[in-house]
Nanobody, 127 residues
Framework: QVQLVESGGGLVQAGASLRLSCAASGRTFSSYVMGWFRQAPGKEREFVAAITRRGDNTRYADSVKGRFTISRDNAKNTAYLQMNSLKPEDTAVYYC????????????????????WGQGTQVNVSS
């Protein structure tokens, strides 16, 4: 089992950058695919980005492609989401998620595929 704690959210102006962090407990962080999702008020939770266990493959939602970058540091048990050129429509609660992966090269993009979730961190982007 793994516990996830997000940090790094806040209030920024459009065009600014933020870096979210997701700290994971446990000794098997490198066994988990990591993902970021977000949920805006009145909307369903949506996929943002995901990264393989080794960090050698990533996947992004079209809405963030070219602006957001997911990464991980297995030595620090931490995943990151670098968000650049933020837009007001990026405003949401951002959740970190993890799921055990035995293939080594798969990237999961749906919420149902993830077993563990953090509590979320709020990101507000003003125009």
């Amino acid at each position: 089992q793994v516990q996830l704690v997000e940090s790094g959210g806040g209030l920024v102006q459009a065009g600014a950058s933020l870096r979210l962090s997701c700290a994971a407990s446990g000794r098997t962080f490198s066994s988990y695919v990591m993902g970021w999702f977000r949920q805006a008020p009145g909307k369903e939770r949506e996929f943002v980005a995901a990264i393989t266990r080794r960090g050698d493959n990533t996947r992004y939602a079209d809405s963030v492609k070219g602006r957001f970058t997911i990464s991980r540091d297995n030595a620090k048990n931490t995943a990151y989401l670098q968000m650049n050129s933020l837009k007001p429509e990026d405003t949401a609660v951002y959740y970190c998620a993890a799921t055990r992966d035995y293939t080594g090269n798969y990237v999961y993009t749906t919420a149902a595929e993830y077993s563990y979730w953090g509590q979320g961190t709020q990101v507000n982007v003003s125009s």
